[in-house]
């Protein structure tokens, strides 16, 4: 697991050299304010273990503070407790 900054570091300096797709997995908030809504993408899963993905692009918003919206649950991807 690597630190907050030194993941968001990690992510720009590969978008700034990878000309392709690279797929990441994460429970680091913290990139919802690094990457473009069209880079994210949020599964949601129901209560009876279903799940659905979504393109955070999809959603009809202004997105900003994504990161505080997120965990707002306004994209899903949050747990239900």
Sequence with gaps: D???LLFEHII???KEKVCGQLIVTTHNTKLLDVLYPYEIYII???IDGR???FCL???KDDFKNIR???LKGLYYGI???
Aim: a negative charge; charged letters at 45%.
């Design 57 to 59: 692009d999809e959603f």
């Design 12 to 14: 720009k300096g590969i």
């Design 51 to 53: 799940s659905e993905v």
């Design 44 to 46: 949601k899963t129901d």
């Design 2 to 4: 690597f630190h907050e």
């Design 79 to 81: 747990p239900i407790l």
């Design 68 to 70: 505080e919206k997120y």
